[in-house]
Every structure is written in structure tokens, then in C-alpha cells.
């Protein structure tokens, strides 16, 4: 893939955050969401291991609400058409 | 690609190059015409390393993150999706298996010449030899921070692109 390509590829991707984040603002919707997640850890002595959760931070379009919330309009349906893309209704008898 | 990155983000208010130029190393990937890429991960057990080994005939090894192999036990828990809803019950299996290293090569072929498959055959064995190597402590490899006790168990995924 040539440099150009990439850098309008990355642009894009760029462009559509942007769009999200508009917006996520101007519904009053959050960018990220609080969050937990596993880690394994090796006991000191090497004999094991345990586990702890460590509180971060995502992406509030994680959230299913979050990301069908943020409305659609004309052709640059972002939120719509990724959700189409990701979803697909269960195959009728 | 862009939902992945959006999701992929910790805040979608702040840009992140790493997994931009991941997900654009994925995308370069995707349009390379008339090249099969495969990628490969083994990830393995009873194996510690003090650090990474560097690239050996295309493959590495390195210790997987905590955050990782706790995705690893969240990713396979039998309490994950479990469901009552259905008279199905369907088989689970409960396993102490937790991996520590991961082993990843990355292979090209010409498309059309080798079948998927016929990869496989070829960057098993390079795997496998390194895995043993590991365990032997090989002068070969180009690092020796290496501890090992007996893998208790193997997994491995790979992904195709055309």
C-alpha cells in the first residue's frame, strides 16, 4: 500500500472519530466508559498464578445503547451503517 | 474498520496512533494483490522468559501480559455466556491451562501457488523446532533468558487474508 493510500486510509479513520465525537456531544452522550478488566499475575514464589481487576477506561461505543443511540443521518450514516454491518437479523425457517 | 477502530479506542474523544497504524498495517495487508499472508500464534506453557527473543526465521516469542492471559481466562470461562434458556445443554469444558508465551510468525506466500493449508505445513515445524529449542535452551536461538519446565499444553489460532 503506498504512503498516500495509507495516509488517506489513516485520515479517514481520523474523520470518522471526529464525526463520533461530535456527535456523542451533541446528544450528551460520553466518549468512554468506566470498565474492568482481568489480570493474571504470577505469584511471587513462581507456584502459581492469581487473578486481580483493574478498573480503565473504553470506548463508550462498547456500550450497545451507546452506539445505537448516536443518530444517523443521510449517507454518511456512520453509526447506522457500522451497526448494519455488524448485526444481521437470525435466518427465517 | 473504522467501527474496530472507534471500539479499540479507551476514550473516542483522544486519537491513538499505535492502533491506527495497527489497524493500517492490517489494511496494507489487505490490498496486496496475488499474496497470501498468514498469521500465526502458539501460545504456550511452562515456558518463562527473563525477555523477548528477537525475530528467529521469522518467528518470535515473547511472555504474554497479564491483561492478556486474564483475557485469555474471561475469553474461556464456562461462565461466559451460560444459559439456561434452552433444554440443549451444550458441552463446556473446564481447563487450569493458562498460557504465558506466545510464539508469532507471520507468513507470505504467492497466492495461487500454495494453498492455506499447505502453509501450515511448512511454519509448523519451524514452530514446534523453536518451542523445542526453547525448552533445550538452544545456542541458536539469538537469546538464552530462557527457564522452562515441561509444557503442559499447547494451543494455537491463525488467521488467512487473501
Not at chain 1, 31 to 39: E, G, K, P, W, Y
Not at chain 2, 82 to 95: G, H, I, K, N, Q
Not at chain 2, 127 to 142: F, T
Request: charged fraction near 25%; include cysteine.
Amino acid at each position: 500500500m503506498s504512503d498516500e493510500l495509507r495516509e488517506v486510509a489513516g485520515e479517514a479513520l481520523e474523520a470518522a472519530r471526529v464525526d463520533v465525537v461530535r456527535r456523542l456531544g451533541r446528544h450528551g452522550l460520553p466518549t468512554s466508559v468506566d470498565d474492568q478488566r482481568l489480570l493474571v499475575v504470577d505469584n511471587d514464589d513462581l507456584t502459581g498464578w492469581r487473578s486481580e481487576w483493574e478498573a480503565v477506561r473504553r470506548s463508550s461505543l462498547t456500550v450497545p445503547a451507546v452506539l445505537t443511540a448516536v443518530p444517523a443521518t443521510g449517507r454518511s450514516s456512520f453509526a447506522r451503517s457500522a451497526f448494519a454491518s455488524s448485526w444481521s437479523p437470525s435466518p427465517g425457517p | 474498520m473504522a467501527l474496530n477502530y472507534l471500539l479499540s479506542l479507551d476514550d473516542v474523544a483522544e486519537d491513538d496512533d499505535l492502533v491506527l497504524d495497527r489497524l493500517l498495517d492490517e489494511l496494507a495487508v489487505l490490498v496486496e494483490r496475488g499474496v497470501l499472508w498468514q498469521r500465526g500464534q502458539l501460545a504456550l506453557d511452562g515456558i518463562r522468559l527473563a525477555s523477548a527473543l528477537d525475530a528467529h526465521r521469522g518467528v518470535t516469542l515473547r511472555e504474554l501480559t497479564p491483561a492478556e492471559r486474564g483475557h485469555w481466562v474471561q475469553a474461556r470461562s464456562p461462565l461466559e455466556a451460560m444459559s439456561t434458556l434452552s433444554d440443549f445443554a451444550v458441552p463446556r469444558r473446564w481447563e487450569h491451562f493458562t498460557p504465558r508465551v506466545v510464539v508469532d510468525w507471520l507468513e507470505e506466500t504467492e497466492f495461487g501457488v500454495e494453498d492455506a493449508v499447505e502453509v501450515r505445513q511448512h511454519v509448523d515445524p519451524c514452530v514446534l523446532a523453536l518451542a523445542g529449542a526453547v525448552r533445550a535452551g538452544s545456542s541458536s536461538l539469538p537469546k538464552r533468558s530462557v527457564s522452562s519446565s515441561s509444557p503442559s499444553s499447547v494451543t494455537e489460532s491463525s488467521k488467512v487474508w487473501r
